[in-house]
Every structure is written in C-alpha cells, then in structure tokens.
C-alpha cells in the first residue's frame, strides 16, 4: 500500500463515520458539527486529486457560510427532539430500501469498469505554474457550458420563485411595504398638542 492509498482510505474512513453520525445523532448540532468534519475531509480527498480549487471552495462556501449560517439557526431555534423522532421507525423500512438502492446504483457507477485503477489511475503531477482554477474554467465554458447554463437558470428560477414566496400577500401574517415606511413624513405618524399647565393643589388649598 503507497503512502497516498493509505491517506485516501484514513480520510475516506473518517468521511463515512461523519456521514453516518449526521444521521444518527440525537442533537441537531452536533450532526452539524459532523458534516462540517465530513467537508473537511472531502476537501483532504479532492486535494488527493490535486483539485485544490474545489477543495478550498467546498471548506469557505460549505464551512465558512452555509454551515455558519446552519450552526445560527439551529442553536437560536427551540427544537423539540422528542417531536422530530417521531414516526422515526414507521418510516425505517422504506428509509432502508432507498438507501439499499443507492448504494447498489453507486456500486454500478463507480465500479471497476468506469472508475477502477485500470480506467482512472493516480494523477498525473502537473508542474507548478499549472493552474487548477483556469482548467476548471475551460472545462466548464467548453465542454460543459449548456449544462452549467442550463443549472444557472435553474438557479435564476429558483430564486425568483423564494422571492416571490417571501413577498406574497398573507391574511394571517402582518405585511409591510419598505417603499410605504420609507416615505412617511413626521407629521404622519407624531401629532404635537399644546395644552395649558395645570398646577396641582397644594394641601389644605381648596377647603372653606
């Protein structure tokens, strides 16, 4: 076993223990802790690849945002654990058959005959002015440019359509409109009223 064999199978060992405890710990922040190791360790793996522009990305946009972002959410909301674990073996079986299916259809994918040794071997070293970013780039805008065209407006739609989920009108919440808030004068909203003083009666004033 090469020294590179024995790092891959350490990181990939480390990467199905993460995934595993994502799933099955009890407190939703330490899953999250869990998949924050499993980014980390996928990164160690595309760095095997010598992809070190995805690796970084995976650990800043992964780790440093979503997963920041997930960690906020998760510690400010009050989640009640008893209720999300409900139902949770009258679902096991079918849960059971989908991830059977899974693995027997990447068993099939990544099987010997189209990602063995023999077909995808170890990396060629590349020298040290080869830049990662800018073969990624080429890939993408040549070979790959209608399906990354075809996720990019995929990804237009989708955030037009969480837009237009946020903005809609609902009866039962309270709506504001920014342009209305932004153009309300100070006679709109304060009314000053000038009264006269009224001095307060001193004890024993008032009695015949």
Known sequence: MTYTTAIFYFFAAILVFAGLRVITARNPVHAALFLVLAFFTAAGLWMLLE????????VLVYVGAVMVLFLFVVMMLDINLDKLREGFWDYLPLAGFVSVLLMVEMALILGSRH???EVMGT???????YSNTKELGRLLYTDYVYAFELAAVILLVAIVAAIALTLRRRKDSKYIDPAVQVSVKRNDRLRIIKMQAVKKPQAGEGEA
């Open 123 to 129: 990396p060629v070293p590349h020298p040290a002015d």
């Open 115 to 117: 990602f063995g040794l």
């Open 51 to 58: 992809a070190e522009f995805l690796a970084i990305t995976l």
